[in-house]
T-cell receptor, first 109, second 113 residues
Framework: GQNIDQPTEMTATEGAIVQINCTYQTSGFNGLFWYQQHAGEAPTFLSYNVLDGLEEKGRFSSFLSRSKGYSYLLLKELQMKDSASYLCAVRDKDYQLIWGAGTKLIIKP | IAGITQAPTSQILAAGRRMTLRCTQDMRHNAMYWYRQDLGLGLRLIHYSNTAGTTGKGEVPDGYSVSRANTDDFPLTLASAVPSQTSVYFC????????????FGPGTRLTVL
């Protein structure tokens, strides 16, 4: 079967750095996505990785290792507005997205 | 319209009733998707459409049907609602580019009693 694993919940302090991990086992691989979802709202796109390595976009970075079936999302200089769920999704051999259950990130002042 | 809209925002429905959730996008995206999101589970794909006139089944299609008569609209129908279909439903679209980012509508919160 296909599986995406990520921690259920994490807590971090405003101004700090947090790393959210995602491991996957899927039928084929055609890219990995990270989305942000605030409570009661729709998911919004954060990043896309298809090759190994780090993609940086402002305060957010995403890393991919295809050989290890592993990705992480790194959030720097945390702000209260970063409190949200972060969803990892892998595009499989049929080009459909397989979603993890999401990691709820709680930011404390 | 800007992006994707869904209607209704929320709905309480008696079991056995028929219900259609509406989804409209104005981005001229070819692909559209319907997901359900339940606590503790990832988004699960119900049905999808890669282009107008075609549809396909996702991971959890039973009890749901879709149609894609044109590019903009992708309604989801529950023929005879059951309590297990209580969920938040998201419609999404993508343009089929290399990263195939999906854009999501605001969601419909459906409760089946």
């Amino acid at each position: 079967g296909q599986n995406i694993d990520q921690p259920t919940e994490m807590t971090a302090t405003e101004g700090a750095i947090v790393q959210i991990n995602c491991t996957y086992q899927t039928s084929g691989f055609n890219g990995l996505f990270w989305y942000q979802q605030h409570a009661g709202e729709a998911p919004t796109f954060l990043s896309y990785n298809v090759l190994d390595g780090l993609e940086e976009k402002g305060r957010f970075s995403s890393f991919l290792s295809r050989s290890k079936g592993y990705s992480y999302l790194l959030l720097k200089e945390l702000q209260m507005k970063d409190s949200a769920s972060y969803l990892c999704a892998v595009r499989d051999k049929d080009y459909q997205l397989i979603w993890g259950a999401g990691t709820k990130l709680i930011i404390k002042p | 319209i800007a992006g994707i809209t869904q209607a209704p925002t929320s709905q309480i429905l008696a079991a056995g009733r028929r219900m259609t959730l509406r989804c409209t996008q104005d981005m001229r995206h070819n692909a559209m998707y319907w997901y359900r999101q339940d606590l503790g589970l990832g988004l699960r794909l119900i049905h999808y459409s890669n282009t107008a006139g075609t549809t396909g089944k996702g991971e959890v299609p039973d009890g749901y049907s879709v149609s894609r008569a044109n590019t903009d609209d992708f309604p989801l129908t529950l023929a005879s609602a059951v309590p297990s279909q209580t969920s938040v439903y998201f419609c999404a679209s993508s343009d089929g580019s290399s990263n195939n980012e999906q854009f999501f509508g605001p969601g419909t919160r459906l409760t089946v009693l």
